[in-house]
């Protein structure tokens, strides 16, 4: 979807490394996640924001952190990569209202691979 | 905790073959319920959603999906599948009030030709 998009792509790093991932969306939504996809666990979610300096930890926040200084970018930094965090990384935007949540669009992922 | 478990974690069918995949959710109250797909090397896109009302859910595609609160389930199902639904299905839920959707593990689905 042109709304959302990730960079980059596909990375590869090495251990220890922090590595920042970046997601921009054109679509002025409220809320930002960043979920991570592997195989056997579907998308587990890592951090999330609801506007911008308000963010919050998901299921598997550890070794991440978050920050959105603006409404349309939302970063999730590695602070120290690990190969546990070699994974598929998804952002996803969603405009709330007052049910909370109408579905989310996904941004293109971003295969990160620590060596 | 809250949680979203869906029965099957492979499906292989043959191409006009009936589809049902089952998805149950352990959310206490009110809930958004939603199927994704995500097609070989794609991202997720939503199939469906179901918030109020009718229990019986339309989405793209020909697929739908039926909503039984006392079950606390909410079925996939396609009378008569193509190849290209060859993809990976994601059931999800959503508490009202909360921030965020909880995915379950995933059906791969293969459909032979």
């Known amino acids: 979807d042109a709304g959302i998009t990730q960079s980059p792509r596909h990375k590869v790093t090495e251990t220890g490394t922090p590595v920042t991932l970046r997601c921009h969306q054109t679509e002025n939504h409220r809320y930002m996640y960043w979920y991570r996809q592997d195989p056997g666990h579907g998308l587990r979610l890592i951090h999330y924001s609801y506007g911008v300096k308000d963010t919050d930890k998901g299921e598997v926040s550890d070794g991440y952190s978050v920050s959105r200084s603006k409404t349309e970018d939302f970063l999730l930094t590695l602070e120290s990569a690990t190969s546990s965090q070699t994974s598929v990384y998804f952002c996803?935007?969603?405009?709330?209202?007052?049910?909370?949540?109408?579905?989310?669009?996904f941004g293109s992922g971003t295969r990160l691979t620590v060596v | 905790a809250q949680s979203v478990s869906q029965h099957n974690h492979h499906v292989i069918l043959s191409e006009a073959a009936s589809l049902e995949l089952g998805c149950n959710y352990s959310y206490g109250g009110t809930v958004n319920l939603f199927w994704y797909v995500q097609y070989p090397g794609q991202h997720l896109q939503l199939l469906l959603k179901y918030f109020s009302g009718d229990p019986l859910v339309k989405g793209i595609k020909g697929f739908e999906a039926e909503f039984i609160k006392s079950k606390f389930s909410f079925n996939l199902r396609k009378p008569s599948v193509q190849w290209s639904d060859t993809a990976e299905y994601f059931c999800a839920a959503y508490s009202t009030g909360g921030f965020k959707t909880i995915f379950g593990a995933g059906t791969r689905l293969f459909v032979k030709a």
């Open positions: 996803a935007i969603s405009d709330g209202g007052t049910r909370g949540n109408y579905g989310y669009t």
